[in-house]
């Protein structure tokens, strides 16, 4: 017997429709979380993940003349960033990464599996799981290119993040057509 998401007894289309439901409550949330502690222009997200370290030469500098920066509030709720503290760490930035790529590989074979599951054409599942694993990646890949490389790759997790809803989309009503409107 072939199992797919058509062919499920209703407690099983019911499972799977509450899980879509909790993976775009998950995503809305994350999305509302970006906004809140980051922004979500190209221009925060460099910003908040580029290296704010003192160069050597400001450093010298500042040890020579006795110099001291003003304090920069970057956000209400954060204590004022002093020039030459790091907006994250490499250890946080690590901590977020480690974190965010175990809970990605749930989501990405969670999802993978309804769409093997789903009636939609081979290669189209091939192509939608693919990009599914290259915005994963390159989400949280992004931010450490912008923290140890350059703020001009703030773009890659931006489009990242969009490319994750859009995924998500596409399986999501894959499988919601399949599993309430396709027949047999």
């Known amino acids: 017997m072939k199992i797919s998401l058509n062919s499920l007894p209703l407690s099983g289309r019911i499972a799977v429709t509450l899980f879509?439901?909790?993976?775009?409550?998950?995503?809305?949330?994350?999305?509302?979380?970006?906004?809140?502690?980051?922004?979500?222009?190209?221009?925060?997200?460099?910003?908040h993940y580029e290296d704010h370290s003192l160069t050597k030469g400001e450093a010298q500098e500042i040890e020579e003349k006795g110099f001291v920066e003003e304090e920069v509030v970057m956000d209400h709720h954060?204590?004022?960033?002093?020039?030459?503290?790091?907006?994250?760490?490499?250890?946080?930035?690590?901590?977020?990464?480690?974190?965010?790529?175990?809970?990605?590989?749930?989501?990405?074979?969670?999802?993978?599996?309804?769409?093997?599951?789903?009636?939609?054409?081979?290669?189209?599942?091939i192509i939608i799981v693919s990009l599914l694993f290259l915005f994963l990646s390159l989400d949280i890949g992004g931010l450490f290119l912008v923290r140890f490389v350059s703020r001009s790759f703030a773009l890659i997790p931006f489009i990242s993040g969009i490319g994750i809803g859009a995924v998500m989309v596409t399986i999501s009503l894959a499988a919601l057509y399949d599993l309430w409107l396709r027949k047999g």
Not at 28 to 47: F, K
């Open 78 to 125: 954060e204590e004022p960033l002093k020039k030459g503290e790091p907006s994250i760490t490499p250890q946080e930035i690590v901590q977020f990464g480690h974190i965010h790529i175990l809970g990605f590989s749930l989501l990405f074979i969670s999802l993978a599996a309804i769409l093997t599951l789903s009636g939609m054409g081979e290669r189209w599942k």
């Open 20 to 47: 879509l439901i909790l993976l775009w409550y998950g995503y809305t949330l994350a999305a509302l979380n970006a906004r809140l502690a980051v922004g979500i222009t190209i221009e925060s997200i460099a910003e």
